[in-house]
Each structure stands twice: as structure tokens, then as C-alpha cells.
């Protein structure tokens, strides 16, 4: 029955992957659900919020080829936009005096503040993407850093909008492991249709030959510029779930430590496949919370402070001389069963 | 007058600060194509090195009671040795990889380190002086006087310059490391020993990094150990306004950045002051558009279809 042809196999197996992840996702939350524990359902929304942020890293990433380190300036401009929509409605103009009369007096719902708070990364992205998107390889790398850290100062000291380097609080802690769920099912679909896209396919054949793909008719800036706005998007939002995860923000928060955990999660994953994205969370958190429940010790054994740091460098380390291309191998989770290959070949490796 | 005076000293002293990190990665650049975001914690590495290895508040000064000559010995001699390890434990294996990918290398080693280093001195920041009486001000004129650290920086600064160029010039391993730094395969075709050039790179490297922890904590007195990032970012940015991979365009930049700090901090007004940062990481941003080879020219830099 598998081997049978039918449009509804062939469309299952076209989407098996995200399925698969989807699911996986689906069954951890159910379990931590079930045990009730807290502590863990706290480490699991850290987690799928940060997945938001990976998977958004991969789109662009993965499919352009472009390392950037300036993400993390879209999670810090959605953050503290949900923050001037939702924060603290008593104290706002204590805390950000200089906000315009409108965002003073009225608070959005939450899913309104995040979607908003994406809406406004993107359109940053549009214009810090219409000069970095020009660049190409290691100049390209350099710029979005050079953005992250212009943004980074600017936010540190626009305290009049942004309170400064001091922590803006309270916020509602709305983001649980079942809506940061949704959010992360939801980037992760968007990005395998993103890169099945004809979109998709252009950027990529960018990433692969440059030139070549000049000649045959791919506006690489143009492509490069979409994704990097789309990405900035869910990265946007993946800022205002961590306001209201977190519940408090400072501009240090997401500061090169953020950028650094990032980027490690993707590079261990593997750099270019959507699994490799998911995966790698996954693989770090799991790492970082045992390593951070043995540094504050299990009976009379403990590991020295800082512990998860030096683990998470070191697995990075390893893993970006030994394996480069991640413990997945840049694959997309494969159909495990027997069928026509010239189908299932495009599955198996979208590189 | 005076204060242009004093101003022109600051901003000469500060640049010449950021020449030497920034030379420091454009000598690894030149050769390797590698950013090097651990070089500021290499200058952390030397900093903590002063100081008796404990998690204890107040620090303890073991190197740093040395005579000084001993001490800057055994400080540079230490840096030498990370940057060397650095290289054959962990950029040896990366040399094929792409610059990008061995940037994020290098700020995984940098993270490590870092953290290492609140494994071992615990994360509180640290009060340890050194040569306390370099932070006094010397009368240089009627009117002028300006602090004896900054006249020491830009003289060390020029005796390390003066060196390298003599020793890049002047001596054969020299001459090939530029070679090298020009067109590396044509330069191993003619007989050059690219692992040697590489590993001298990270000694000269490594050995500017210890120079400057000690003038850095002889500045400032406080171990910390992030203390190596922000500096980090400021040789980063002389390096990419310079030229990436041109040595004369690493001191270039260097200048560049610091008096261009400098002069952004006498010259903003008070409101705007605190955006220095953020206007000179957009000047980087508006440099790599429209002179992407930096304001140094070099033939290397010239990407190859």
C-alpha cells in the first residue's frame, strides 16, 4: 500500500519533514505538559522561543548562504515594541516618557503587540536591507553585524523610548509552552514553504554560485533583501514572546551572548536544512539545562559556575572543525519508506 | 589651545591603542582570511594572568609584583603561548573553511575562553593596579597637561610599529609572511612554509595582545571578563574601515576610529553624545558600500571570480 503512488501519499511525503518536526514538537509539549513540572515547562518555552529565532536564522541563512550576526537586533526591536504596547499600562510614561500619546494610553492584546512588533522589525529590515543586502560573502557577514551593534548602542541609550540600560517591568508572562508552540509550528512551516518557494530556489541558487545565478536572471540583491525582511519578521515576534517569557527587559539581554547561543544552535543543527534548525534547540537546550542542573549540583557532586558556557562553546567548537555541517548533515528528515527515488531525491537534500 | 592640544593627545593615544588591536587582526587576516573576535580575549587572558588564579573578591598580584621587565615578559610570554595553542588545537583544522565560518570559530574560542575564565576567577570584576604611577598627569607646557599613560601608549605604539616594519622588511621570514599575506598559494608554490607564516602571525599577534592587556589594565585598574569585547569591537571596525588584510591599512584604521571617536565626543552635542557608537558602526556600514576594499588598497583584497 506505502509503494502505491496515490496524491494523497505523494503530498504526505512532500511535506514529511515538517510534519515530522511538527509532531516531535507536539509530543514534547504534550509530555512536559503531563509531568506538570514547571521548572521544565519553563526551559521548554525558553527553548521554542528560541526556536522562532533559529528557524528564522535558517531561512536566511540556510538559503542565502549569508552568515549574519544582526538578527538578534530584530528580536531587540520586537521586544521592546510589545513592550511600548503591552508593558506595565500604569507606569508605561515612567519608565518610557518620550512614547507618543497614543502608545501611552492604550495596550493591545498581546497577539496583536507581536504580530505589530514583527510588522515594525521587517520594516527596519527593508531599510538596513536596502544598503547591507548590496554586500556579498564576509562584507555581507560584517554589515549585519555592524547593524546589530549600531541598533545595540542606539537602543542602549534612547532612553526615553527604551528606559535606557535599566530593566522595563512588569510584564504579563503570557508566553506558555502551548502558545510559543504555536508560534514556532508556525515559523517552521513558513520556512519549508519559504524554501520550496520559487523565492526559495532563487536565493539559493545565489548561495550557490553568485555569478552564475546573475546570469540566468536572479535579482540577487532583490532576493536577499525579501528574505531578510520575512526573516526579521518572525524574529520580531520571536522578541516580544521573550518579553513575555521573561516578563522583564533590558537591552543587555540581548546583547553577542544571545547572538552566540543562536548561531550555535543553527551551526550544530546544521547551517542549511530546516531539521538541522529544530534539532539543534532541541540538542543544546537539552545540553545547557543538565549541564546548569549539575553546576548547582545533584547530592554532594556539582560542576564549577559556568559549566553550560564553556560545554556550549566547546560542543560549537567541535562540532564547527569536526562536522561542519552539523549533526543532521544539512538533511532534511528522509521518507523511511521504500518508493520512487527520482521523488524523493529533491527531499533528501535541498543543498 | 590647550584643550585642541589635549585633545590631540587623547586622540592620538587612543588611536594608536586601535591600531595595535587592529594590526593584531590584520596580521591573522593577511594570512589566513580569519576575523579573529578572540584577540580581545586574549587580551583578557594577559590581564588575568597579573593576578594569583582564585575565585577570591580582592585580587592578588602575582606577575603583576614582577620587576616590570619580567613582568611584560612573562605576560606577552603567556599570550604567545594561547595564541599559539589557539592555532594548532583550533584554526589548524579550519584553514579550508570559509572566512565567515571561521569567524564564527573564532567567537566560539573567544565565548570558551571568557567563560574559562569565570570558571576559574569566578565573574565579579576585579580592582588590580599595576603601575599606578603611569595614570599621573605630566605638565607639558603652561596650561597642558596630559596624562603620562598616553604619551607612553604612542611611544610604545611607534617602537612596535617601527619593529614590525623593520622585521616584515628586513629579515626572510618577513618578507615571505608578506609574500604570504599578497597571494598565499603563489607564495607556498615558491617555497614558502605556509604553516610557519601562519603560526608566526599568531605569535606577533598574540604578542601585540599582551602588550596591550597591560597598557588596557594600567588604563582602567579593573579585571572583568568580558573586559576584551568591547575593545574587541573597535579594532574589529579599524580593521574593516583600513582594509581588511593590509597591515599600513590596519594602523590606518586604527587612527581613523580613535580620532574620529575622539573628535565625535568633542564635537556632538550633549544630547546626541551618547550615539557615538551607534554613528561609528554606521560609518562602518557606509564604508563597506562604498569602498569595500577599506581605505587601503591591497592586491589580495580583490575578490576572484
Redesign the interface.
Known sequence: MIEANTPLLRMVRYFWPMVVLCIGLLIIVAAVDSTGDIILAQTLTEGLVRMVMVVALYMFIGNSGIISFGHIAFVLIGAYATAWQTCCPYTRDMFMPGLPTYLLNNSHHVVLAVFLAGLLAAFVALIAGFAIMRLSGIAASIGTFAFFMALYAAYGRWSTWTSGGSTVSPMEETTTPWSALAYAVVTIVAAFFYARSRWGLALRATRDDEIASKAAGVNVFGQRLLSFVITAFFCGMAGGLYAHFVAAITVDSFYLKMVFITLSMLVVGGMQSLTGAVVGVVVLSVVIDVLRRLEAGIGSFSLPTSSAEVGVGLIMLLILLFRPSGITGNAEIYWPFKGDISSSGAMKRQS | MDYAIQTIISALSLGSFYALGALGIGLLFSVL?L?NFAHGDFITVGAYALIVPSSAVTATLLIGDFHPALLVLCIVGIVVMLAILSYFV?FQ??QK?????M???S???G??L???I??IY??RPKAAGIWSDLTGQVQISSGVSVQLLQLVTIAVTWILLIALVLFLKRTRVGIQMRAAAEDFRMARMLGVNGKNVIALAFILSGGLAGIMSLLFVTQTGVLKFSMG?PIM?FFF?AT?IGG?GSLVGSVVGGYSVGIVSVILSAILPEELR??R??CV??L??IV??AR?QGLVLTKAAK?R?
Open positions: 582570511r576575523i583550533v583544522h579550519a573553511s570559509s572566512p565567515a565560518t569567524m564564527i570559530i567567537f566560539a574560542l565565548y570558551t571568557q567563560n574559562i569565570v570558571m569566578g565573574g569585547v569591537l571596525i574593516v581588511m551618547g550615539f557608537d551607534t558602526f554606521i562602518v556600514i563597506l558600500l569595500p575578490e571570480v
